[in-house]
């Protein structure tokens, strides 16, 4: 079965980068996402990538895949204090239906 | 933009009562879902919901039902409550076909204690 991992905190400095890393296991995965979920709040989608690309980048945020590895990373640039949250991806194999990994939670210390 | 709404923030309910989750989406999505959200464990998904009337089971739908009598509504239902369903519950909705990338939309959750 399909199973997505990520390490469970972060901590960074405010104007660092921060890199969140996640590894899924399942090789028929066709998109993968990157959602954050700020305190109280549902899950927003941040930034989503095609299992045939290695990098998108938009703006402070850039995704690197390594598709052989199954490893996706976010990349945040310039981390500020509003980038605290829970980030979780997911992968998207056949249908509509997402697993997600157990959330990283970061803390950006000023 | 668009909008999933879940009824409720917060619930307490007691051990053994019915609980009706509801989630109404505004943008005429087919796909509803239903997940619960549990520190360390990721969102794990319930049951999902293709079209009106159609119901599939996700990885964890044990103690769980689900109903989609309207194409808006999708209410989740826990016929006798147990404290193991203490969590915080997450609706969400996409449509298919829209092109290579249909990200879920996600209400804002309702935590649920069971007491």
């Known amino acids: 079965g399909e199973d997505v991992e990520q390490s469970l905190f972060l901590s960074v400095r405010e104007g660092d980068s921060s890199v969140i890393n996640c590894t899924y296991t399942d090789s028929s995965s066709t998109y993968l996402y990157w959602y954050k979920q700020e305190p109280g709040a549902g899950l927003q989608l941040l930034t989503y990538?095609?299992?045939?690309?290695d990098m998108k980048q938009d703006q402070r945020l850039t995704v690197l895949l390594n598709k052989k590895d199954k490893h996706l990373s976010l990349r945040i640039a310039d981390t500020q204090t509003g980038d605290s949250a829970i980030y979780f991806c997911?992968?998207?194999?056949?249908?509509?239906?997402?697993?997600f990994g157990g959330g990283t939670r970061v803390l950006v210390k000023p | 933009d668009v909008k999933v709404t879940q009824s409720s923030r917060y619930l307490v309910k007691r051990t053994g009562e019915k609980v009706f989750l509801e989630c109404v989406q505004d943008m005429d999505h087919e796909n509803m879902f239903w997940y619960r959200q549990d520190p360390g464990l990721g969102l794990r998904l319930i049951y999902f919901s293709y079209d009106v009337k159609m119901k599939e089971k996700g990885d964890i739908p044990e103690g769980y039902s689900v109903s989609r009598e309207k194409k808006e509504r999708f209410s989740l239902i826990l016929e006798s409550a147990s404290t193991n369903q203490t969590s915080m519950y997450l609706c969400?909705?996409?449509?298919?076909?829209?092109?290579?990338?249909?990200?879920?939309?996600f209400g804002n959750g309702t935590r649920l204690t069971v007491t």
């Open positions: 990538i095609f299992s045939n690309m």
């Open positions: 969400a909705s996409t449509s298919p076909g829209r092109g290579y990338n249909s990200p879920l939309h």
């Open positions: 997911a992968e998207k194999a056949a249908g509509n239906k997402l697993t």
